[in-house]
């Protein structure tokens, strides 16, 4: 094949190769530290009475009867989709072994985040499980032509019940309007229950009346995991690992650092997963707190850089300025006017005109909205008046090295600051 894109190496060549070697010294399951993984009954922590009110949610449903609609809420990491996918397979299992028909769709709207996508996605997983195949086209209709084809499907079920995760990401509830009454306005014979997923809880004070009304009966909140919890979370999953690879204090590490971010248990996993990766790729032969260490800063890193990334150029500049002083100074906390003074440096260093001082400090008010920095009014006394003062709660060598991706660009900054 003279035009093969991905040539492949003679077969005995491949028997040295390092690709070849199972390299399984840390790992043993790894699937089981996945963030889709949905872990049986027994690696489920402290979320009985959440389990509970989705059983009683979906029990009508495995006996052929409506399930109820509901709205869950909490922080991420608090187990929602976990517990609302749990229980719907488990109804999905008991509902076949009753002769029901019960059709169950999961919907994570942050990649499904279009109608037209939900609607789709809604019709294609009710076609799979269904004996009927309708060759549900993957483009070139629309929402309703995709909720015709789900209707359709219905006509040969006793049951739906759809999840439909992370709505907030939406930003439209008509799906959640149409589901609800679809039933009710003839579209179909089928008995659906909702299951609507948020991270945010004004969601629902934003919702459309006529949605609400159907929903109001049920409003689940799940509350955040303490580190103890967490830590049995996390011990649950241990056999991710090779026995005897995890050393004593890894797990309790991982748990306070997730305690310290509002009880993540998605980030204690992910943690987790990404101490034994560092490890592996290290080749050391067990999982050490250093190890958490480290990829809790790199995890740390990535998120900021994210951050940094959608964050408009002066947005950069007046925080590089901030995290400049902060290094620089023995002070931890710097007045809008001594920031202004090194932000007007930068930008001529940058070759640009800077904003005004009001734009500065709303730039400095967005950035303690994500926790970046930190603002307060200092006492002053009456007669010297009081300011604001702003600080920065990150590493500023990170800040620094993160804000401008070339370094070139951050020395030649630097190096203009530093000759003024
Ligand atoms: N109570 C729990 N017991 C065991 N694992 C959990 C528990 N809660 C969350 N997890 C795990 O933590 C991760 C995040 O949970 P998830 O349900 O996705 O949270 P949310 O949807 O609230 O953001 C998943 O990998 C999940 O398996
Ligand atoms: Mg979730």
New binding site residues.
Partial sequence: MPNDPIPTPDPEDIADDPLAQRNDSIFARRELL??????DSD?????DGEIKDIEELLRPGVFGDPPGNAIVY??????????SRHVTGRARAIAQNNDISLISAYIDCDQANTITRVARSLSQQAEYQSTRSLDIPDKGIGSSEYMDYLYTLLDDADVLVAII?EIDKLGDDEILFKLSRAEESGKTGCYIGVIA?S?KIEYYENLDERVKSSFQDDELV?HP?DAG?IRE?LN?RRDAFQPNVLEDGVIPRVAALAAREHGD??K??EILSSSGKLAARNGDSSVSEEHVDAAQDYAEMSRFQELIRGSTPHSKYVLFALAYLQKSSLKQAFSTGEIYHVYEDVCKSEGTDPLSHQRVLELLKEWAFSDVTENRHTGGGKSEGSYREHSLLRDSDMVLDTVFEQPKTKQNIVSDLQND
């Fill in positions: 996945r963030i889709g993984h949905v872990p690696r489920i922590v402290g979320r909490g922080k991420t990491g608090s187990g929602k989709s976990l517990v995760d997923i991270n799940f995991y919890q979370i649950k248990a998605r204690a996993i």
